[in-house]
C-alpha cells in the first residue's frame, strides 16, 4: 500500500541523485576534452571562458531578479549560492561558475600555442584568404 509507494519513490529519489551526480561528470569531462581539441584544432580556448562567463552572469541577474547591468557581477559567488542546494543536486550539469573557473584556468596552458602546428594554420588560413581576394 503507501508504505510501498513511499518506498519506491524514495528510491526514485535516490536513482536521480546518482545519475545527475554522473551526468555532471561527464559534462566536466566533455569540457577538459572539448577544451582539448579546441586548442588542438588552433581555436582560441580563452572564448570558452568568456562564454561560460557569459552563461553564468546571465544566471546571476536571472536569480537575483535585477535588471542591472550584466557586465557587472561579483566573480566569487557561485550562482548555486543564490539558487540553493536542493536545487543544485539536481542539475545534470556542473554549476556554470564552475564551469567558467574551470575553463579559465584551464585555457592558460590548453591553447593553440601549445601545439606547433597552429602556426602553420594559421599563416595557411591567411595565405588562402589573400588568394580568394584578389
Known amino acids: 500500500g ?13 536513482k536521480n541523485l546518482l545519475t545527475m551526480s554522473h551526468s555532471r561528470r561527464n559534462e566536466e569531462e566533455a569540457d577538459a576534452l572539448g577544451i582539448k581539441i579546441a586548442a588542438m584544432a588552433c581555436f582560441d580556448t580563452k572564448k570558452a571562458s568568456f562564454v561560460m ?7 546571476m541577474m536571472a536569480t537575483s531578479g ?5 557586465g557587472a557581477y561579483d566573480e566569487t559567488r557561485s550562482s548555486s549560492d543564490d539558487i540553493g542546494f536542493m536545487n543544485t543536486i539536481f542539475r545534470s550539469h556542473p554549476p556554470s561558475h564552475e564551469r567558467y573557473l574551470y575553463l579559465k584556468e ?29
Open 53 to 59: 562567463e557569459k552563461l553564468h552572469q546571465a544566471e
Open 2 to 14: 503507501m508504505l510501498s509507494i513511499q518506498i519506491n519513490a524514495l528510491i526514485a529519489f535516490l
Open 66 to 70: 535585477s535588471n542591472n547591468e550584466i
Open 106 to 134: 584551464a585555457s592558460e596552458t590548453e591553447n593553440a600555442t601549445k601545439y606547433e602546428h597552429c602556426g602553420h594554420v594559421k599563416k595557411s588560413f591567411r595565405d588562402s584568404w589573400k588568394l580568394t581576394s584578389s
